[in-house]
């Protein structure tokens, strides 16, 4: 089957939101070229499909690629259209507001309309969407015979404060926001929209728009801030120039939101503390983490604040407390941007492995020996384990693996929580702290041991374990399964 291809000319504007689409779901190609013959109604972009199929209108294009991966806003239907018309709120007023402004051909006249565009009293009560519509009807000459009339109100239309329709926009994001986008605390195609068309107009691309333009509406610039940090947006722009640069987390970076205080309460040492580290690590989350000895009073206090178990993780900033390590390791995955993000049996196969490995694996496989009286028994019960039911699940866990890995990693060919989970696991499983367990458990399963290596090797994680020079954490090295690379 070819591969899509997106066709558009060499600059953002009404593509950005599809090639973004395209590259957090890995479909490939992004031909810049002028291929209007392609589309009946004669504009770019037009985009491509797989089975040779022609999609036009950006709208449509944005649409079509975000089912396909899975970033259609999520939540109830009132939720789902009210961040929808967001998009039209921007795409139809806003922007063709904007848009206008390219038919001045005087240069000082083009920059002198968009800097009164955004001179409005951004304080005013604003139109209702339906009077926005209205505006825009008769922007078209809708209702409008005269000619001379139909001049005149384009032209107090193109007066019209853009601040006080970016202002509307402003509220209506900061109303249906939570946890950093417009629709179930979760990115959206929708998201991707704003974003990428916010960071257009603030680009400087735009004679007469500068890069401060959006820092009067902070709810716009904190979910700018939000979608750039999504790992995979901040990559798909790691080496930006240029314009391109408004699109980076660095250009908001004074609308980030503060970080809430954060204590991982466990002991000092990897086991079902490590995922939730390094979650954090990964995505830069700052966190203090005590590291409780075994004999420290203070662990066994901390622990009956959640079940009467570590890990506990606690939140300063709004007081809760989360227990259980699998539903912490979510719980920080969400906050990271680490969900896995993919089709629906990706993300459901990543899910399973989280559960399996977790629950199957370690407690319900490994752990029951640590309650073996007697150093000899505990190490002949593990001993046994390996050549029958550990190594079985192990031998199920590599053969899932093998079938199911994209670019080295378990869901939608992207680094996520279940990736790091996993890394762990088998690290800890082979580091020598459980006794009876040899260090070399993972030789006979080469695909769990180029999974380690593959994570391991991700600059963040190994630069966790960067001053690590002796000891059980050496098993988190790269070097540790460099026979694997």
């Known amino acids: 089957m070819a591969p899509m291809k997106l066709h558009y000319f060499g600059l953002t504007a009404r593509a950005e939101t599809s090639r973004l689409i395209m590259d957090i779901c890995h479909t490939p ?3 810049l070229m002028d291929a209007k013959a392609l589309n009946p109604y004669g504009q770019l972009p037009v985009l491509e499909t797989d089975t040779g199929k022609v999609v036009t209108q950006s709208a449509v294009i944005d649409r079509y690629l975000a089912k396909k991966a899975n970033l259609l806003p999520v939540g109830d239907k009132v939720s789902v259209k ?5 998009m039209e709120l921007f795409g139809s007023d806003i922007l063709g507001l904007i848009l206008k402004t390219f038919k001045i051909t005087d240069k000082e006249e083009q920059i002198k309309t968009r800097q009164e565009l955004l001179a409005g009293k951004l304080g005013e009560k604003l139109k ?3 009077d926005l519509v209205v505006s825009l009807s008769k922007w078209v000459g809708v209702g409008v015979g005269d000619k001379e009339e139909q001049s005149k109100t384009r032209q107090e239309l193109l007066a019209e404060k853009l601040g006080e329709k970016l202002k509307k926009l402003s509220d209506l994001v900061e109303e249906c926001s939570r946890d950093g986008f417009v629709c179930g605390g979760q990115l959206s195609y929708v998201d991707l929209y704003l ?3 916010l960071s257009t107009i603030s680009s400087g691309w735009l004679d007469g728009f500068n890069g401060e333009m959006l820092n009067t509406f902070p709810p716009l610039q904190r979910l700018r801030y939000s979608v ?10 790691a080496a930006a120039e240029g314009v391109r640069l408004a699109y980076k987390p660095e250009a908001v970076a004074d609308f980030a939101p503060t970080p809430p205080a954060l204590v991982l309460h466990y002991w000092g040492i990897a086991g079902k503390g490590e995922p939730t580290r390094l979650i954090f690590k990964v995505a830069g989350i700052p ?3 005590p590291c409780y000895a075994f004999s420290d009073a203070k662990g066994h206090e901390v622990k009956l604040k959640g079940h009467g178990q570590l890990p506990l993780l606690e939140n300063k900033t709004t007081g809760e407390n989360i227990s259980q390590s699998l539903t912490i390791e979510r719980y920080a995955a969400d906050m990271a941007g680490l969900l896995p993000v993919g089709s629906d049996e990706e993300v459901a196969l990543a899910e399973s492995l989280h559960l399996f490995v977790g629950e199957d694996i370690w407690d319900n496989t490994v752990a029951p020996t640590m309650s073996i009286q007697g150093k000899d028994e505990q190490i002949a019960a593990r001993k046994e384990l390996i050549t029958g039911k550990l190594g079985d699940k192990l031998k199920l866990l590599a053969d899932l693996l093998d079938k199911h890995l994209k670019d080295g990693f378990v869901c939608g060919g992207k680094l996520c929580f279940v990736d790091l ?7 800890f499983l082979s580091c020598g702290f459980v006794d009876g367990i040899p260090t070399d458990v993972l030789d006979a399963y080469p695909t769990l041991q180029k999974f380690r290596h593959t994570i391991a090797s991700i600059p963040e994680v190994e630069a966790n374990y960067a001053d690590v020079t002796e000891g059980s954490m050496m098993a ?5 399964v460099s026979a694997f690379a």
């Open 29 to 31: 190609g992004d031909a």
């Open 195 to 197: 974003y990428s068309w």
């Open 128 to 130: 209702k969407l339906s």
């Open 82 to 86: 009210q961040a929808e018309s967001l």
């Open 476 to 480: 988190y090295k790269p070097e540790a």
């Open 228 to 237: 750039a940090s999504v790992p995979a947006v901040k990559a798909y722009y």
């Open 421 to 427: 989970f996993l890394f762990n696991w088998l690290c």
């Open 287 to 289: 966190f203090e983490d």
